[in-house]
């Protein structure tokens, strides 16, 4: 949701700061701001907007404000108050000694602020993140100690916090700590660093420590020191962080989009690894913990997600009940969690979430896990919150994603159904195993024919120019393709703004219809298999409409041009891995009409890439 960056050691504060929030832009972008010591005074720099306004302030006073070797910054997506300068982190006291920068909500903001109020304090902003400066600055005027100030501060907060803090006193002091919300602190060589995320650090250091829920971490240049809520002394765990700087290069591609829509032959490559060696082989998970006999006696499956990771869930959904026999619930996390849901030990529950920081899935995730069900998570980030909660834990090994539109963590995501649709399959022994080696066959060979779309993309521009200017863009498709259907037109709306919205193709005629005419596009996906012919009627009833037809479809039919105005073909697959194959064309569609129409591609309006607030 927010970014957050801190850094204390030898180097220009500055740099570090502006570098990390750049990398961390996909958390947010409506406002930026750093705090940093020059000469012994805490002094803020903040700008509405993107973070670019908030560099050319910096340029402007370089000078000034690159003496300092401490500092925080922070970059903002709007939750508490508006997008303004005054609503931007960091967030002073009165005296302006201390600064503070917050990601996550705090609950009881208006009880503290009333009362801090009362007490003298005087309020600049509307964000609840102005208490926690008012409450450090009020703690450390009893105490003089910022460390204790933060930790008898956050007993007082309630709600989800990651936030960084200091104070003018301490030159050469940061104190941090978290409650649901995620936080990491990177170990240099007399330099340490701490981020709400993994790309702020890498450039820097492979050393990390991931914060616990209501830890606090003191860094000095040479020192961190870690305590519980309780100011008991904690053991550190240091890891090694897995990425390369270069993840987050554009590696010559316009936006970060399209280069993670070009690296999905590999990412599928990266799924199946070591899981699915050959065709004739079973699947091999170990990542999934859960007792055969338990697993075989399954009854019942629901699986959690929001967004993108909630189609894929969908097609999930489709594949385990089909291979496997198993009932399976798929719903929105931020549903899930507010009503009577029946979960038991007998139940698996799956999460699904790209950034594992997603707030309604940890809390769907962690009201199932209080009920005893055994908890699988599916995540691109094994470093994260909700990976923390999984009793069996399915990384799907995308590499880190950039751009807020997801498109290579989606596709990871399916396979990693399939894999665990198959290995169900497998332990139940409920699938044919004819069937089940042609599919695994089938998904050995899907990176070259993802290969294929990639190399010939001029059909889909071509198409993207024509279309770009329509106000309005319907997706259908039936069976495992619905779900297909609503990513196409998600990632339409989210990056182009076109109200996009896709139907199960059978449905079109109970309602949506009455919008077709001559301007609406009407988008099928016609996959050949057992709704083909039925997706092909409801694009006639479509087409008599006046609708203007657009084809997705593996078919040669030559018929099909008497039908469709404009026809996107793909390589030849089964109807059941055909979601993996289908979505490629849909998210170069919707990449070139924003290109086309020169959107902000990697960075929407209004959206962030990891939602941490319910
Ligand atoms: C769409 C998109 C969002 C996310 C959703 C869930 O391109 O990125 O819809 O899919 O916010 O996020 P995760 O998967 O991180 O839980």
């Known amino acids: 949701m927010c970014g957050i960056v801190g850094y204390v050691g030898n180097k220009k504060a500055v740099d570090v700061l502006l570098e990390g929030l750049t990398s961390l ?82 609950e009881n903001f208006k009880e503290l602020r009333e009362r801090l109020e009362k ?16 409450l450090v600055a009020t703690k450390f005027g009893e105490v003089h100690n910022l460390t204790e100030a933060v930790r008898l501060a956050t007993k007082e907060i309630e709600g989800a916090y990651a936030i960084c803090v200091i104070h003018q006193d301490l030159p050469d002091t940061i104190v941090a700590t978290r409650r649901n919300a995620p936080l990491v602190v990177g170990l240099g060589e007399g330099e340490n660093y701490v981020a709400s995320d993994v790309p702020a650090l890498i450039q820097y250091t492979k050393k990390a420590m991931y914060l616990e829920d209501n830890q606090i971490v003191t860094l000095t240049p040479n020192s961190i020191e870690l305590i519980d809520i309780d100011n008991n002394p904690l053991k550190q765990k240091v890891e090694t962080l897995p990425w390369e700087p270069v993840a987050l290069s554009k590696m010559g591609y316009k936006h970060f989009m399209l280069k993670e829509i070009h690296e999905q032959p590999d990412v ?51 594949l385990i009940e089909e291979f496997c026999g198993i009932p399976v619930d798929v719903e929105p996390s931020s549903e899930y969690i507010y009503r009577k849901t029946i979960t038991d030990k007998n139940t698996l529950v799956i999460g699904v979430s790209q950034s594992g920081e997603t707030a309604d899935t940890i809390t769907a995730v962690r009201q199932a896990k209080s009920k005893g069900s055994h908890i699988l998570i599916i995540t691109n980030r094994p470093d994260s919150t909700m990976a923390r909660e999984a009793d069996s834990l399915v990384p799907v090994n995308a590499g880190i994603e950039v751009s807020v539109a997801a498109t290579k963590s989606y596709i990871a995501q399916l396979i990693s159904f399939y894999l665990i ?26 990176p070259q024919k993802i290969e294929k779309i990639l190399a010939h993309t001029e059909d889909i521009q071509r198409c993207a120019r024509k279309f770009s200017g329509s106000k309005d863009f319907i997706f259908i498709a039936r069976g495992i393709n619905f779900p297909t259907a609503l990513e196409g037109a998600l990632k339409l709306k989210e990056i182009s703004y076109i109200n996009a919205t896709g139907y199960t193709a059978g449905e079109l005629k109970h309602g949506p219809i009455a919008m077709l005419d001559e301007s609406m596009p009407v988008l099928s996906i016609l996959m050949k298999g057992k709704v083909y012919d039925k997706i092909l009627s409801n694009s006639e009833e479509a087409k008599a409409r006046n609708a203007r037809m657009i084809a997705l479809t593996d078919s040669e039919d030559e018929k099909l041009k008497e039908l469709f105005e404009n026809i996107i073909e793909i390589p030849e697959i089964s109807e059941i891995l055909s979601p993996a194959l289908a979505v490629v064309p849909l998210q170069l569609l919707a990449y070139y009409i924003a290109e086309f129409l020169g959107k902000d591609v990697d960075q929407p309006r209004n959206l962030a890439k990891s939602v941490t607030v319910e």
């Open 25 to 106: 832009e996909y958390r947010g972008y409506d406002s930026s701001g750093i705090a940093v010591n020059i000469d012994g005074k805490v002094q803020l720099f903040k700008a509405a907007g993107k973070l670019q306004n908030l560099k050319n302030i910096v340029e402007k006073n370089y000078a000034e404000i690159s003496k300092s070797t401490i500092g925080i910054g922070h970059i903002r997506w709007a939750t508490h108050g508006a997008p303004t300068v005054e609503n931007a982190h960091p967030h002073s006291c009165n005296c302006g000694k201390v600064a503070v920068v917050h990601n996550g909500i705090i």
């Open 119 to 134: 007490n003298g304090c005087t309020f600049r902003s509307q964000t609840d993140t102005e208490t926690i400066a008012h």
């Open 268 to 318: 599928v490559r990266n799924v199946l690894s070591g899981k699915l060696r050959a065709s004739d082989e079973k699947v091999l998970l170990k990542e999934v913990t859960l007792d055969k006999e338990k697993l075989r006696n399954l009854n019942r499956i629901q699986i959690v997600a929001c967004g993108t990771s909630l189609h894929a869930a969908m097609v999930g959904k489709y």
């Open 421 to 446: 649709a198959i290995y169900m399959a497998e332990v139940k022994n409920s699938m044919d195993l004819k069937e089940l080696a042609d599919l695994k066959h089938e998904l050995i060979i899907l």
